[in-house]
């Protein structure tokens, strides 16, 4: 019964107690299963039919996709019974081929991704955005980096010969873990670890000779290590800093910080400092002086890495449909436009589902979100199979079918065509990429939101509160060093110290965020917001880049491998 009428055994025993106790049948025999088939299961079913063949009215033209798809499982079924059985005279069915047209099992998929994608088939309600398609500004350059002028932008699709290849601290993060077991001393520990790394990192950059307990009442000037908290559960500002001592000379020991000697400063909470200043009582600092925070160093390439070939790299952030549609017409336009460019290396962020999506908090989908998720990067990985570019999947933690946790680790996808596993790549958040030995930074976390939101800053020369931040995440080497992270953020701290920390300096830092776009080279790192490709119900923008590996002379100083950079509308 439940193979014939689609029910889980629990929900079709919980509707036979309803049927028994409401046709007051006390004993379960087989004729009370036969009642329970022919009135209640037959009756159902027949009306599902009868609204599917109504609703079909409307939409048939629309899944004709859907009924492809059957006729080819169907015609997979047979061609396996086919294979069990023994072959007899004029019991083979004729092959609706030609000679010219041989069948094979799997073809190469001709169909165009508006084929590929049906919303229909999970969407009672897939209307296209009349805002989305109204938009007069498609494909408007918005911000510019480097000599774009007069740059043809067009890839060698998989014409060229590309390294990618993951760097990890000191490995990556390549499959599931279980999480929610971590205990309170065990995020002490990492964040103590954090603490004592970076101070030795800073005391030996700096030779300063001995750092001094946070509580030691002091005349003179001293050296303080620790890490920067509120005294309360409100917002950091300039009256609530305080400075927690690291383990070995502070014992963890916190004392209140005073700011008003300092003429800039740019501090959030879980940041590791060293402070000098005087501390006459031992009960609060009065900060003199703050050290700058001291990045990694580049990635060396080898001679593993490839050649020193221009690459184009394009880059793109979801969500891939706007908020009062799921008919995913951006992501199709996206399509479009690999397919015409033909990028070297497509890296693309999460979330594919929203889970801020209307009609994905409301349960409006009629699949699986599990099955939705997959119709849609098939369509991705059909769809540019033809532009031959290389692909590169990062999961968000608002991808409604994937691991809420961070780290997070790669999306697991086993229907993977064969000829698409060599282009085809699936890494966590964050993950840190090698292209040609050009270093990627990847994450789809919205660093820059979250850490705005708890940043105090005081400074005499033009705010630039981005580069600000960006600054912090590159001397902190740490993908997320906001501690205690956004409430929306589920943080498993003993992978995040395995997972999450910055192997190197990136060449090139790529921070999706809600904020404004922008390209910026800071210290040395360029970092790009290609903002997402939705904005609501409008369309957003993407990011391209060329890079290329440069030689240095000796005695020549490091020069970047992005040569331009641009972000555009979709």
């Not at 400092?273 to 990045?295: F, S």
Request: with cysteine.
């Amino acid at each position: 019964m439940c193979v014939l009428y689609g029910q889980n055994e629990e929900g079709l025993v919980g509707e036979l107690i309803a049927f028994c106790t409401s046709t007051q049948k006390a004993h379960l025999t087989a004729e009370t299963l036969n009642s329970f088939e022919h009135e209640f299961l037959s009756k159902r079913l027949s009306r599902a039919q009868h609204r599917a063949f109504k609703d079909s009215g409307h939409a048939g033209a629309r899944d004709i996709v859907s009924i492809q798809e059957l006729i080819e499982v169907e015609e997979e079924e047979e061609t396996l019974l086919n294979s069990y059985s023994t072959p007899s005279k004029g019991s083979r069915k004729r092959d609706i081929t030609t000679p010219e047209t041989p069948l094979t099992k799997r073809k190469v998929s001709t169909r165009s991704p508006h084929q590929l994608l049906s919303p229909s088939s999970f969407s009672p309600s897939a209307t296209p955005s009349q805002k989305y398609n109204l938009r007069n500004n498609r494909g408007e350059v918005v911000t510019s980096f480097g000599s774009a002028q007069g740059v043809s932008w067009s890839g060698r699709g998989g014409a060229g010969i590309i390294s990618l290849k993951v760097l990890g601290c000191p490995e990556s993060l390549t499959g599931s873990y279980k999480s929610m077991f971590q205990k309170l001393p065990d995020i002490r520990e990492v964040l103590t670890c954090k603490i004592e790394e970076l101070g030795s990192e800073l005391k030996e950059h700096y030779k300063i000779e001995a750092f001094t307990p946070v509580l030691v009442p002091a005349q003179e000037p001293v050296t303080l290590l620790g890490q920067i908290g509120c005294d309360s559960n409100g917002k950091l500002n300039n009256k609530s800093v305080i400075l927690e001592g690291d383990r070995e000379h502070s014992s963890g020991a916190q004392v209140p910080v005073d700011l008003s000697e300092l003429k800039e400063y740019s501090l959030f909470p879980g940041q590791v400092v060293v402070m000098e200043g005087i501390n006459t009582t031992g009960r609060k600092l009065v900060a003199t002086k703050l050290y700058e925070g001291v990045p990694l160093p580049f990635y060396q390439p080898t001679e593993e890495d490839g050649d020193f070939e221009q690459n184009m790299v394009l880059v793109a952030c979801g969500p891939y449909t706007t908020s009062d549609s799921i008919t995913y017409e951006p992501l199709l336009d996206l399509i479009t436009v690999i397919n015409h460019d033909r990028p070297d290396v497509c890296i693309l962020f999460g979330p594919f589902l929203d889970a801020k999506h209307e009609q994905v908090e409301n349960c409006l989908l009629t699949s699986p979100f599990e099955d939705v998720f997959k119709q849609c990067l098939r369509t991705i990985i059909e769809g540019t199979r033809s532009s031959g570019s290389l692909l590169v999947f990062v999961p968000s933690l608002r991808d409604v079918q994937h691991e809420p946790v961070y780290p997070q680790p790669p999306f697991s996808y086993f229907d993977l065509p064969p000829e698409d596993r060599k282009r085809v790549h699936f890494v966590s958040d964050p993950c840190t990429l090698s292209v040609n030995g050009v270093v990627f930074g990847l994450t789809s976390t919205d660093l820059l939101f979250h850490m705005g939101a708890e940043e105090i800053s005081s400074s005499s020369r033009t705010p630039d509160r981005f580069s600000r931040i960006l600054k912090h995440i590159l001397t902190q080497r740490s993908y997320y060093p906001l501690y205690p992270p956004q409430e929306d953020m589920a943080i498993d701290y003993e992978n995040f110290y395995s997972y999450a920390q910055l192997p190197v300096t990136p060449d090139v830092f790529v921070v999706p965020s809600e904020l404004r776009y922008f390209v910026k080279d800071v210290l040395g790192c360029v970092c790009v917001n290609p903002g997402r490709l939705t904005k609501g119900q409008v369309g957003g923008t993407y990011g391209r880049l060329y890079i290329r590996r440069q030689t240095t002379e000796d005695g020549e100083g490091r020069r970047s491998p992005c040569v331009t950079a641009q972000v555009v509308r979709i």
